[in-house]
């Protein structure tokens, strides 16, 4: 897993606050993916971003989501005013470059999410 | 769209036989295909990649195939272990730079 690191592993939180997910990715990979895993399904795209851009956010929903990978810094995934159905694992995973055949992504532990 | 479509679902087998997992995907512009390894409750490990000029690859008593023109992937496992009992996803990346997921084959090789 080459030290994708995603803290917290567990996140518990009310309906109605807020959740900060915080990703860092391998050293040296510029590049950082969110995925998100409900339960009993699979794994499903987010959010791709590179240093201070998002590149693409086309699996993010378009309200109460947003992404940033500042020039410094963690990549944080926030969800504002959390409902139960954003109850799920979310995924980060980063890579060396974006389109080459070659890139492995490289995935961490996650954050599972419980809203109560 | 990308579509990936990963049979069988769940596969239980005694320890020692060699197995096959099936994956296959609806548009063949794609840059590589990943397998990975899920434990429950845990991350993905990536198992193996291979690139879209490459027809398989190798690690271990692992082997995956790829076919692209007919948008087919094979994992196969060989002298299987209960070690070895986890979810295996396969993913695939295209020109949208994300990967696209299968909903996975459950193993669950019996002692």
């Known amino acids: 897993n080459a030290g994708v690191m995603q803290n917290p592993r567990h996140l518990v939180r009310r309906r109605g606050q807020e959740a900060r997910l915080r990703c860092s990715p391998v050293?040296?990979?510029?590049?950082v993916y969110w995925y998100r895993q409900l339960p009993e399904e699979g794994l499903k795209f987010m959010v791709y971003?590179?240093?201070?851009?998002?590149?693409?956010e086309s699996g993010m929903p378009k309200e109460r989501f947003s992404a940033e990978f500042p020039k410094e810094g963690p990549s944080i995934l926030r969800i504002q005013q959390v409902v139960r159905g954003d109850s799920a694992a979310y995924f980060c995973?980063?890579?060396?470059?974006?389109?080459?055949?070659?890139?492995?992504?490289?995935f961490g532990q996650g954050t599972r999410l419980t809203v109560v | 769209k990308q579509e990936v479509t990963q049979i069988p679902a769940a596969l239980s087998v005694p320890e020692g036989e060699n197995l096959v997992l099936n994956c296959s995907f609806t548009?063949?512009?794609?840059?590589?295909l990943q397998w990975f390894r899920q434990d429950p409750g845990k991350g993905l490990t990536s198992l193996l990649l291979?690139?879209?000029?490459?027809r398989e690859q190798t690690s271990g008593r692992l082997n995956a195939s790829l076919d692209k023109s007919s948008g087919r992937s094979t994992l196969y496992i060989a002298a299987s272990q209960p070690g070895d009992s986890a979810t295996y996803l396969c993913a695939v990346s295209g020109s949208a730079r994300q990967l696209t997921f299968g909903s996975g084959t459950q193993l669950t090789v019996l002692p």
């Open positions: 971003l590179q240093k201070e851009n998002i590149i693409d």
């Open positions: 291979i690139q879209s000029s490459q």
């Open positions: 050293k040296g990979h510029s590049h």
């Open positions: 548009d063949s512009a794609i840059y590589n």
């Open positions: 995973a980063s890579s060396r470059a974006g389109t080459d055949s070659n890139t492995e992504a490289f």
